[in-house]
């Protein structure tokens, strides 16, 4: 498996992201001519999408799961669908863990017929906004307030799988963390009728690590996100420790990370979703934070999507 962190040309324009201007092209074009060549299949379940333009980090699986409880609260019967991916098992494990109804294979379609034949009322596309094979009903852009877009050019000059201008057949924004009205503006001049929220992430049972000396490591998307998470919530980091994004950990990486954290006599913390990569290993008892998707102005954003399936 290929280990893969962000570059940090990603971040400004540059030298070095210029000089992959070029290959980002390709990019342009194959989003240009990608609908001329693929056909459109149209499910008679509603389809949710739950996707993003920037790679990695925005919070798709936690607003997934959010909306799969909001849905089963007001009597649906949904299910949450995704691609499989060997490398994604940590984020297939979760979701498993935390709702009834999933599906995964190797085509995001096949999902959705099982789905179908399990009676479900409403699909939640995990991820999907570049696949246009599939009719979605109604597309959710997830960003964080810490990268945006980046550089704001597409891969791989910069960290972007498509340009804003996706979001004009989008219905909802979700931006979690900051809010950022500058960014707000420039979506709202791409597209008038589309709907922003903001979301946060919550800690499940704060108070057990609140004050403690941690050593913090994690391999996500964002793990910066997750290291202020904790300081935000009053956990001492007296260190921590970044790894590529969906890291496959070895024991030997754990034993390490274990003894370090012995040695400074400081609590090892992970996140939840690479908790569900390390158990396997026999590392069961190696704590993480469990942490809760929250949407600010719940029941306005609650309202609308209703009103929009």
Request: hydrophobic share 40%; charged share 25%.
């Amino acid at each position: 498996m290929i280990k893969f962190k962000k570059p940090n040309f990603w971040k400004n324009i540059n030298l070095v992201s210029l000089f992959f201007l070029p290959f980002s092209l390709i990019t342009l074009l194959f989003n240009k001519f990608k609908p001329l060549i693929i056909n459109q299949h149209k499910f008679e379940i509603p389809i949710i999408c739950v996707g993003n333009i920037y790679v990695g980090g925005t919070g798709k699986t936690p607003l997934s799961i959010y909306i799969y409880n909001l849905l089963k609260k007001k009597k649906f019967k949904p299910a949450i669908v995704r691609k499989y991916y060997s490398s994604h098992l940590d984020e297939i494990n979760l979701t498993k863990n935390k709702v009834k109804h999933f599906f995964s294979s190797n085509r995001r379609s096949l999902s959705i017929l099982k789905a179908e034949q399990n009676k479900n009322s409403v699909v939640i596309l995990d991820d999907g906004l570049q696949d246009l094979s599939i009719k979605k009903d109604l597309n959710i852009v997830c960003f964080n307030s810490v990268d945006l877009i980046g550089n704001g050019l597409l891969l791989p000059a910069g960290p972007l799988r498509n340009n804003l201008n996706v979001i004009k057949d989008c219905q909802f924004i979700i931006i979690n963390g900051k809010k950022n009205i500058t960014f707000e503006k420039k979506l709202k001049l791409i597209s008038n009728n589309i709907k922003i929220y903001q979301s946060k992430y919550e800690i499940k049972k704060v108070k057990k690590y609140k004050g403690k000396k941690i050593l913090a490591f994690a391999g996500i998307g964002n793990s910066e996100n997750f290291f202020s998470l904790l300081k935000k919530n009053g956990m001492r980091i007296k260190d921590k420790i970044s790894f590529p994004d969906h890291y496959q950990y070895t024991k030997k990486d754990i034993r390490d990370l274990i003894l370090k954290a012995k040695e400074k006599k400081l609590n090892l913390i992970t996140t939840e979703k690479d908790y569900f990569r390390i158990k396997h290993l026999g590392f069961n008892k190696i704590e993480y934070i469990s942490i809760n998707l929250k949407i600010i102005k719940n029941q306005s954003f609650e309202n609308e999507l209703l009103k929009s399936l």
